[in-house]
């Protein structure tokens, strides 16, 4: 089968040129995991959308790089293939060069980290209290997930031509 992934730009944010490359990237991504017949949207926004959303759903009045809605429901379409639906990954566009900044990655690198993230969480996988850190090895097994899919996907551009 295939996966299905929706990727827009919040109302007034400039569309990035490279917005194209974030569906095969993540396609990939998710085939890589064996995720087959699964249907996800991606969403960047500013950080007062998404500071919007952090304070709805989590309760902290601050905007952070990456959100994940779990959805888990299943439908039929029209030709009566099953497909199952992930959830939603949003990421600010504004965050994510401070993050890179922080890190001491580029933009690219970082943008990969976030989608990543954002499909890992979609499929249950948690961090608990442990997060991404400079120089330090990570412990749980979503981060150990997520880095050894950054060392897979290296020298991949999503941001680039």
Same mark, same amino acid.
């Given at each position: 089968?295939?996966?299905?992934?929706?990727?827009?730009? $919040?109302?007034?944010?400039?569309?990035?040129?490279?917005?194209? #490359?974030?569906?095969? %990237?993540?396609?990939?991504?998710? +085939?890589? !995991?064996?995720?087959?017949?699964?249907?996800?949207?991606?969403?960047?926004?500013?950080?007062?959308?998404?500071?919007?959303?952090?304070?709805?759903?989590?309760?902290?009045?601050?905007?952070?790089?990456?959100?994940?809605?779990?959805?888990?429901?299943?439908?039929?379409?029209?030709?009566?293939?099953?497909?199952?639906?992930?959830? $939603?990954?949003?990421?600010?566009?504004?965050?994510?060069?401070? #993050?890179?900044?922080? %890190?001491?990655?580029?933009?690219? +690198?970082? !943008?990969?980290?976030?989608?990543?993230?954002?499909?890992?969480?979609?499929?249950?996988?948690?961090?608990?209290?442990?997060?991404?850190?400079?120089?330090?090895?990570?412990?749980?097994?979503?981060?150990?997930?997520?880095?050894?899919?950054?060392?897979?996907?290296?020298?991949?551009?999503?941001?680039?031509?």
């Amino acid at each position: 089968m295939a996966n299905s992934i929706l990727v827009d730009v $919040d109302e007034g944010v400039e569309k990035p040129v490279w917005i194209e #490359n974030v569906e095969p %990237f993540v396609g990939n991504v998710m +085939e890589s !995991l064996g995720y087959d017949g699964e249907e996800l949207s991606i969403l960047f926004c500013s950080d007062a959308f998404i500071r919007k959303l952090n304070g709805e759903y989590r309760n902290i009045d601050a905007p952070t790089d990456v959100l994940s809605f779990e959805n888990g429901d299943s439908y039929a379409d029209d030709s009566g293939k099953e497909w199952f639906c992930a959830g $939603d990954i949003v990421i600010s566009l504004e965050t994510l060069p401070k #993050n890179a900044s922080y %890190f001491e990655v580029d933009e690219n +690198e970082e !943008l990969k980290r976030l989608l990543i993230h954002g499909i890992l969480h979609l499929h249950g996988m948690d961090h608990g209290d442990e997060h991404v850190e400079k120089g330090r090895e990570p412990e749980c097994e979503m981060l150990r997930i997520q880095k050894d899919l950054m060392e897979k996907f290296a020298g991949i551009l999503v941001m680039g031509a």
